[in-house]
């Protein structure tokens, strides 16, 4: 199967320079460029910022052959934090096509050494009222504590994920 979007998905390591004809070397040298610009760029950048969306790198096409830029950013949070806890994500939901990825981690204290770090959203696969829910609205971002998950979440960390108009 060879019907793939990425036809080249790494940097060869090795080129050959033509060292006799200074427009043969010019040509090499700017295929030489592309290649890597394509390649650098094709690859989902590592940064998770608090302060201010960045690109994540990342194309979608979910509107034919057209282009969207994914975009990202993180939202830590304190405690403690029961019941439903909200807070902004300072996004205007009209400029963007739809999230595509929210996902978390958080911090909770239990009773005597039952402290951990848990996924947001949490899903407890034997009791219902025991899971953390994670959704986000048109200004803000929630997170909904169930009444049977007795730790108390102290702090965390809520990531988005969006992409652009095509």
Not at 18 to 28: A, K, M, Q, T, W
Not at 93 to 106: E, K, L
């Amino acid at each position: 199967m060879n019907n793939f979007v990425n036809h080249s998905p790494y940097l060869r390591t090795s080129r050959e320079f033509p060292d006799d004809d200074p427009n043969e070397l010019s040509v090499e040298i700017n295929k030489s460029y592309v290649d890597i610009a394509q390649t650098v760029n094709a690859r989902t950048i590592g940064l998770f910022p608090s302060t201010r969306p960045a690109i994540s790198g990342e194309s979608w096409f979910l509107e034919g052959n057209q282009r969207q830029q994914g975009i990202r950013q993180s939202y830590p949070f304190t405690g403690p934090i029961t019941g439903l806890y909200s807070f902004p994500h300072n996004i205007n939901t009209a400029d963007i096509s739809q999230f595509v990825r929210i996902w978390g981690t958080f911090f909770a204290i239990g009773a005597g050494s039952s402290s951990f770090y848990y996924p947001l959203p949490y899903v407890d696969v034997l009791a219902a009222d025991n899971q953390v829910s994670l959704y986000v609205g048109l200004t803000k971002i929630f997170i909904s504590v169930g009444t049977g998950f007795t730790p108390v979440i102290q702090f965390g960390q809520v990531t988005l994920e969006w992409i652009s108009f095509p």
